[in-house]
């Protein structure tokens, strides 16, 4: 009984060559790879994919490449080897002359790859999620220096805002001069002219009364309640605490009540 190389009637031939290269390919293999895995010729498996079934020589060893190759993609071989006399086909037979679906396996390699692969997936988002708390604690921690050298830097602020008012306080407190309570001693009155005076205190109680001559004086203990009357206003300078009030009045002029508190008497200056 003959074999030949012949698609059945319900195949087209382009589908079958399509489905045979979309097979091998499940296979993870090239053709020089699987006609080195299965030990057959690379030229047959071509003109399988090819569709150059002519070409193919029926010898019985080339037939049985073929069917092992088919068989190892998973595709029937039925569907192309076919019998020179005819055979009774069990209808009923499992396996049905039509192009098994494919079925993508993959290799022992490729699977153990793809659990590598996902372990270290899983890993480095592992290690992310600890970096990402890392950050945040660290971001935490900045954020708590951040506020604390703030605070540092705000009580300096108010440390050397005090420091500088207390150092202004001081500077001022050094520019002004304490007061100098000036001790007057004494009080002069000097006539330029002859002159009639009359020195009372705050008890009316006369202390001096007489005419002072020409180019003399007198001089008095200060008090600030000594009142003088005088008959020639113009004729008389006093002197206190380096001041000279020499304009009591015009020459001949009767003044009386004049005060010889210092108070009073600058006025006669300014006048």
Known sequence: MNIYLKLSEDIKQDEFIKNIIIARENKNMSVMDAAKYLNISENIILKLEKGNFTEIPNDIFIIGHIRTYLNWIEINPSLILKNSEPSNVNLTSKTPNIILPYKFKLSKFYILLFSVISFSFVLII???????????????????????????????????????????????????????????????????????????????????????????????????????????????????????????????EVKRNISLNLENLIKFIDE
């Open 126 to 252: 592992y290690k992310n999620l600890n970096n990402i708390e890392e950050v945040n604690d660290k971001i935490i921690t900045t954020e708590n220096i951040i506020e604390e050298t703030i605070k540092i830097e705000s009580m300096n602020e108010i440390l050397l805002e005090s420091k500088n008012q207390i150092e202004e306080t001081e500077i001022q407190n050094e520019k002004k001069p304490e007061p100098v309570i000036k001790i007057i001693d004494a009080i002069t009155i000097e006539a330029i002219a002859d002159s009639w005076i009359e020195i009372q205190d705050n008890n009316s109680e006369i202390l001096v009364s007489k005419i002072i001559k020409k180019n003399s004086q007198i001089n008095l203990p200060y008090k600030k309640d000594l009142i003088l009357v005088t008959g020639n206003a113009g004729g008389i300078i006093i002197h206190i605490d380096n001041n000279v009030i020499n304009n009591l009045g015009a020459s001949g």
